[in-house]
């Protein structure tokens, strides 16, 4: 943790650097906690409230700066008021978490969010959260933001629309944006149309997206489970140009099942060679490396 710590801070202050540590295949399993003599990933027994054994009472309003610990949140989480330094850990929340766009300051730990069957993200209008052994399901996406924090978390079956495209994560804009040790699953729990875009996007151009970057990706597993994503991660560039700086990809697993050609593919747009970006160590579940190249 002290290293994605460094780096981290690094990819804030825009600082370059150079990767020269060599790896072996396939990464080394990782600690599912601090202590813990468990290894592998996140998933719905180590992640959510359950595997606290808390008591769950109802809540339903919050305000800020304030902790609500062990809650029931019937109809979603509501920060639609604005509410910023909000902490919620070892709770339920029965629908969705709404911010008003600005920067929330939004941690939770601990807790599942059931979406019960809605089609829009988990974070609907909602930026710079930090979210730790979180359990997601049952909404179009996961984790949506500009400016985002997860770890230690748990994406899996994902709604759809007619003309939705859904994935685990949605990243976008110059916000930092750190995804360490999770378990990004995109299958299909209801399907009505649409598409699964890829298990992760990072999305950058000219244009709608604007530049991208500012990305820690590090110890995380993609796995499209039958949803019929092409490609597992698309990493921000486009064919002909690059519109990202400030992003490691680094010790990550691919499904390889779901994420290998010919009909399928590990990334989508990354450009090799950019002085600000790295890409080490990733590799396919049976040990076969993804090598650093344009894709």
């Known amino acids: 943790m002290r290293v ?8 804030v202050t825009g600082a370059t650097f150079l990767c020269t540590e060599s790896f072996a295949q396939p990464p080394a399993p990782i600690l599912l906690a601090p202590g813990s003599t468990t290894t592998g990933y996140p998933d719905a ?9 808390v008591t769950l009472h109802a809540c339903s309003s919050v305000t800020s700066n304030n902790t609500y610990d062990s809650c029931l949140f019937s109809n979603g989480l509501d920060l639609s008021a604005g509410q910023t330094n909000v902490t919620v850990t070892r709770s339920l929340i029965n629908g969705v978490v709404t911010g008003n766009e600005s920067c929330q300051n939004l941690t939770m730990t601990d807790t599942e969010i059931n979406g019960n069957g809605a089609t ?4 609907n209008a909602l930026q710079c959260f930090t979210w730790k052994r979180i359990n997601c399901h049952s909404v179009g996406q996961c984790f949506y933001a500009g400016t985002m924090d997860v770890e230690d978390s748990y994406c ?14 949605l990243g976008s804009s110059q916000g930092q944006k750190t995804m360490i040790h999770n378990n990004f699953v995109s299958n299909w729990l209801n399907r009505n149309g649409g598409g699964m875009s890829s298990v992760v996007s990072f999305y950058a151009d000219n ?3 604007g530049p991208g970057g500012n990305l820690l990706f590090k110890n995380n597993r993609m796995d499209p489970s039958g949803s019929g994503a092409v490609y597992c991660l698309y990493a921000f560039g486009q064919p002909t140009n690059t519109y990202f700086q400030n992003v490691l990809i680094e010790n990550n697993v691919w499904a390889k099942a779901g994420c290998s050609p010919p009909n399928n593919g590990p990334v989508i747009y990354w450009r090799t060679g950019q002085p600000t970006n790295v890409w080490s160590n990733n590799a396919y579940d049976d040990g076969t490396p993804i090598p650093d190249q344009n894709y």
């Open 45 to 53: 027994s180590n992640t959510g409230y359950l595997p606290t054994g």
């Open 4 to 11: 994605s710590r460094i780096l981290k801070l690094l990819f």
């Open 120 to 123: 829009n993200a988990a974070t």
């Open 156 to 169: 899996h079956d994902l709604n759809s629309t007619p003309s939705g495209h859904n994935e685990c994560v």
């Open 207 to 209: 244009g709608f997206w």
